[in-house]
């Protein structure tokens, strides 16, 4: 616990620092949910100009990536692959997309890519998912 609370300090340090909880229901066994809405909402919430986004999905069978948005047969590709590769538990998926994402903010903005989007990946649903945002800056 002290390396969280160092953590904590560190962060506070570089300015305002905002926590918000996301909630998801996901609708099927495996699937990519897009919350790039979601994420930009706390943004604007914060008040936070320039900073940086922490986002953190605190289960085994999810996880959290970016890709593109624009079409949606690329987030059904990317399943389709993973489940070519891993025909296992959702955990392995989890581990190999990841549980983070960090992304920048600038004049108060989500800095994305003009095709990019959040995207919450469920490996083990339907579920209740959670997604942690810390929204840290001046």
Request: charged residues 20%; contains cysteine; aromatic residues 6%.
């Amino acid at each position: 616990m002290k390396t969280v609370s160092k953590i904590n300090i560190a962060l506070e340090l570089l300015g305002s620092m905002s926590h918000y909880v996301i909630e998801v229901s996901t609708k099927s066994g495996q699937n990519f949910v897009e919350i790039t809405p979601m994420i930009i909402e706390q943004v604007k919430r914060s008040g936070v100009k320039n900073g940086v986004c922490f986002i953190y999905v605190p289960h085994t069978t999810a996880g959290v990536t970016l890709n593109e948005n624009a079409d949606t047969s690329v987030a059904k590709d990317i399943l389709n692959t993973l489940n070519r590769l891993i025909p296992v538990d959702g955990e392995y998926k989890a581990s190999i997309v990841g549980h983070n994402a960090t992304l920048l903010v600038e004049e108060g903005e989500l800095v994305l890519g003009t095709w990019q989007g959040v995207f919450l990946c469920e490996f083990d649903g339907p579920r209740r998912r959670r997604i942690l945002v810390k929204i840290v800056g001046e």
